[in-house]
Structures are given as C-alpha cells and as structure tokens.
C-alpha cells in the first residue's frame, strides 16, 4: 500500500505511523531516552562520548566474532574454557570473548622430536641411539584435554619404546639389516601407548638414525665390527664357491651315469646276441654235428693263426692246409701245415 494514496485527502509519515494504521514506535523519543539515559550516566556532558563508546563496543563484538582458520589447521572453540565444538578451514563466527575464544590445531603439518639415548642392550653391550619421531595431531580435542604436555608426553613415550626394544636385542641383531625390524617395532608400541595416553597423535615415522657404541668403547666395537664383515665376507665367497662348483660336480656325475648306462647297453646288447649266435650254432650242431665242429674248428684257426708269422707242424706234414694271411709271411708253403681236427693232432 502506498503511504501517500491520491484522493485520500490524507499524507502519511511512515517514521510515525509507519505507513499503517496500526500503533507504532516514536524513534525521535527512543532516542531521546537513550540520550537522557547516557546523560544521566555520565555526568550530562558525555553523551557524544558514550554513544562512540558504544559503537567502539558494537564494532569489536561485531571483529571479534569473526575468525578465519588455516588451511592446515582445526579450530578448536572453548566456551569459557570449556570445549564446545570444531571449527573447520576457512572463514567461521563465533561469540566474542570472552564468552567464546578459538584454539588453532595444526593438524595439517607433520611435527617431529629427535633425542638421543644411552642403554644396554640385551647382550649387555652399550650403545647410542639417536632417533626421530614424526607425527600429526589426529585428535584436536584430545591433543588440547587429553594430557598436559602432549610433547613432552610424546618424547617420554618415544624414549620408552626404543628403550624397551634396544633392550630386548643383541648388539649384532641391532647392527645388521635387522634394525629396520626394530624401527616398526618401536614405532606399533609408541602407537599403542600413546593411544593408550589418549594423547591425540598419531605416529608417521619413528627412524633411528645413527647407532654407535660410546667413544670410550669404540675401538674395540670397530674390531668386532670388522671381524663381523670378515666373517660375512667369507661366508659370501664360500657361497659364491658353492655355487660354483655344485652344478659342475652334478655335471660331471651325470655325464659319468650317462656314460656307464651307455656302458651297460652295449655290454648287455653285446651279451645278448652273443647267446643268440650261440644258440644258433647249437641249433646247426644238433643238425649236423660233424660239419659244424670242423667248421668251428677252421674258423678258430683262421682266427688264431691268422697274423701268427710262424707255425710248427707236429704231423710230419701229412695234412697240409694254407691258411688266408698265411700269404704274407715269407717262409716255405710246407712249414704252414694243420692237424687233422678228426685225429686230434697238434
């Protein structure tokens, strides 16, 4: 509706009436009343005073409730000291202290501790540890009420962990390639003691980065240190050596069953067509035994006097036989003389 309508005959203030017809306040006396009541309060003269005073209030209420919070960072807002919610990255609103005040977590950012330690290990051995611990807020809340000192907390809990697994290993398990076994060990009892705390961290990394005796000791560490490098040097070459000369050995000895199996085939082929051959020679001697005998007989002489330059003839050479290979030695045709194999001469 419009505060002035034509041919109503009547204007309207819409700062008196507020353009309605119903009641409405009169702003002119509420702030007369404010100022008689500043007036009043200070003295009558400090009215313009009061009202900056004011306003100065109005506007830091108005800065202080706003707060802005870091990417890498969790707002933690205390109510009168006490926790009252989160606040999350960016631009956030808040009551004005000091009814409300905001604590900033770097949850966001990886921290760390380093410390060094000196203890016996469980062969009785000293050494010195220097470790370092990486870490991040997990728990904003925690980390602020959980403990007093979460730092302090942290490297006490940090100590305590290398402490208990350097002491429980030998002096050559913590030299060797073993160390990195150590270090997840460490790191899971820090973990669950801190949790245990209810700190609000959470372990990254715990690394130790030098291990070494103490320099009053030190000499006689670097010659153990150096007969244990002699010692898996050797160990490395006689490997080597091993590996070496083992496949050659299987090598040889499979040539060598190679060798006698073959060996054995031949030899048993061998045997077997000699009893052939034998057993058809039996076969022909139960046929005709006078033929084959004598048969025999000539071939085994063929054989014997085959390359045999000389031959004494005991039977005044009444059986005479020219032998083949006989032609080659050069003594009389007469000399080469054989028995008669039906007399039984020699």
């Known amino acids: 509706m419009a505060w002035n309508e034509p041919g109503s005959g009547k204007q309207r203030d819409p700062w008196k009436d507020g353009g309605n017809s119903g009641p409405s306040p009169d702003f002119d006396a509420l702030?007369?009343?404010?100022r008689d009541f500043f007036n009043?309060?200070?003295?009558?003269?400090?009215?313009?005073?009061?009202?900056?005073?004011?306003?100065?209030?109005?506007?830091?209420?108005?800065?202080?409730?706003?707060?802005?919070?870091n990417a890498s960072d969790?707002?933690?807002?205390?109510?009168?000291?006490?926790?009252?919610?989160?606040?999350?990255?960016?631009?956030?609103?808040?009551?004005?202290?000091?009814v409300e005040s905001v604590v900033p977590v770097p949850i966001g950012k990886t921290l760390q501790t380093n410390d060094q330690v000196r203890m016996l290990t469980k062969d009785e051995n000293i050494v010195l540890v220097d470790f370092n611990v990486q870490y991040r807020i997990s728990d904003p809340r925690l980390f602020l009420f959980g403990v007093r000192d979460p730092d302090g907390t942290l490297g006490q809990a940090a100590e305590s962990a290398v402490r208990t697994v350097i002491g429980g290993s030998d002096m050559d398990t913590i030299l060797s390639g073993q160390r990195s076994e150590l270090m997840v060990q460490a790191k899971q009892l820090l973990q669950a003691n801190l949790d245990q705390y209810k700190a609000g961290l959470s372990i990254s990394e715990l690394n130790f980065q030098n291990v070494r005796p103490p320099q009053d000791v030190k000499d006689a560490?670097?010659?153990?240190?150096?007969?244990?490098?002699?010692?898996?040097?050797?160990?490395?070459e006689a490997k080597a050596y091993a590996s070496q000369v083992v496949p050659e050995a299987r090598g040889d000895a499979a040539a060598v069953r190679a060798e006698a199996?073959?060996?054995?085939?031949?030899?048993?082929?061998?045997?077997?067509?000699?009893?052939?051959?034998f057993n058809l020679v039996e076969s022909q001697y139960k046929a005709a035994p006078e033929v084959t005998r004598k048969r025999l007989y000539i071939e085994a002489m063929e054989q014997v006097v085959g390359n045999t330059p000389k031959v004494i003839d005991l039977s005044s050479g009444k059986n005479i036989l020219n032998l083949p290979g006989a032609a080659d030695v050069r003594v009389p045709a007469a000399t080469i003389v054989t028995p008669d194999p039906g007399k039984g001469g020699r």
């Open 31 to 34: 702030a007369r009343r404010l």
């Open 40 to 69: 009043r309060l200070f003295g009558g003269g400090g009215g313009g005073v009061a009202i900056a005073l004011v306003g100065a209030l109005i506007a830091w209420c108005a800065w202080d409730s706003m707060v802005r919070v």
């Open 74 to 98: 969790t707002g933690v807002v205390l109510r009168f000291g006490r926790f009252s919610r989160l606040m999350t990255p960016g631009i956030n609103f808040k009551f004005p202290r000091p």
């Open 221 to 236: 560490f670097d010659d153990a240190n150096r007969a244990l490098q002699d010692k898996q040097r050797a160990e490395e």
């Open 261 to 277: 199996e073959g060996y054995k085939s031949k030899v048993t082929a061998r045997a077997e067509g000699d009893a052939q051959r």
